[in-house]
């Protein structure tokens, strides 16, 4: 079965500091997106960043970018200059060719000032 | 705007009195989906679509109807609802393939008495 694992209920990072939030998932695809996303307290679901299973290079987006690691199945999350708006829950999301998309249970990231 | 619609965002209800969650987005996608989320377990899929006529299970399918007659509404029915079905319900929609990130509702707050 596929499964996505986020093994970090939650975390702390001082504001301007970097935080890398791990996820990783089981397949046997070879076709497939990975995602992130970030829920802030106004529980809206927002897209942070995504990462196709065929690319080796590791997206970016301002701020956050990701370490894929496929042979590891590993999806980790890096957030550079942590801002005090980051603080939120960040789901891993894992989506085969349009097929069911399984989510990691969350990671709830705490910016300290 | 291009938006995800879910009605109502919060509802309190009692034991097996039936209720719909409506689901509409205006983006002309053919991928819709329900979530709940709960505490500590993240994102589960319920039922997903992947066009008009279309459905099939997620991970938590037990105890919901889902029905797709037209490609912009997709709504979530519990025939006899029950406690355990409390939780915060996502409606998604997003355009078919495996890159294409999902556009998810405001939420509705579901409350099972």
């Known amino acids: 079965a596929q499964t996505v694992t986020q093994s970090q209920p939650e975390m702390s990072v001082q504001e301007a500091e970097t935080v890398t939030l791990s996820c990783t998932y089981d397949?046997?695809?070879?076709?497939?997106?990975l995602f992130w996303y970030k829920q802030p307290p106004s529980r809206q679901m927002i897209l942070v960043i995504r990462?196709?299973?065929?690319?080796?290079q590791n997206a970016t987006e301002n701020r956050f970018s990701v370490n894929f690691q496929k042979a590891a199945k590993s999806f980790s999350l890096k957030i550079s200059d942590s801002q005090l708006g980051d603080a939120a829950m960040y789901f891993c999301?894992?989506?085969?060719?349009?097929?069911?998309?399984?989510f990691g249970k969350g990671t709830r990231l705490h910016i300290l000032p | 705007e291009a938006q995800v619609t879910q009605n109502p965002r919060y509802l309190i209800t009692v034991t097996g009195k039936k209720l719909t969650v409506t689901c509409s987005q205006n983006?002309?996608?053919?991928?819709m989906s329900w979530y709940r989320q709960d505490p500590g377990l993240g994102l589960r899929q319920i039922y997903y679509?992947?066009?008009?006529?279309?459905?099939d299970k997620g991970d938590v399918p037990e105890g919901y109807k889902v029905s797709r007659k037209e490609k912009r509404n997709f709504p979530l029915i519990l025939e006899s609802p029950s406690p355990n079905q409390t939780s915060l319900y996502f409606c998604?929609?997003?355009?078919?393939?495996?890159?294409?990130?999902?556009?998810f509702g405001d939420g509705t707050r579901l409350s099972i008495l």
């Open positions: 998604a929609s997003s355009r078919q393939g495996s890159n294409q990130p999902q556009h």
């Open positions: 397949t046997s695809e070879s076709d497939y997106y």
């Open positions: 990462q196709e299973a065929y690319k080796q």
């Open positions: 999301a894992y989506r085969p060719r349009d097929d069911k998309i399984i």
């Open positions: 983006m002309n996608h053919e991928y």
């Open positions: 679509s992947m066009n008009v006529e279309v459905t």
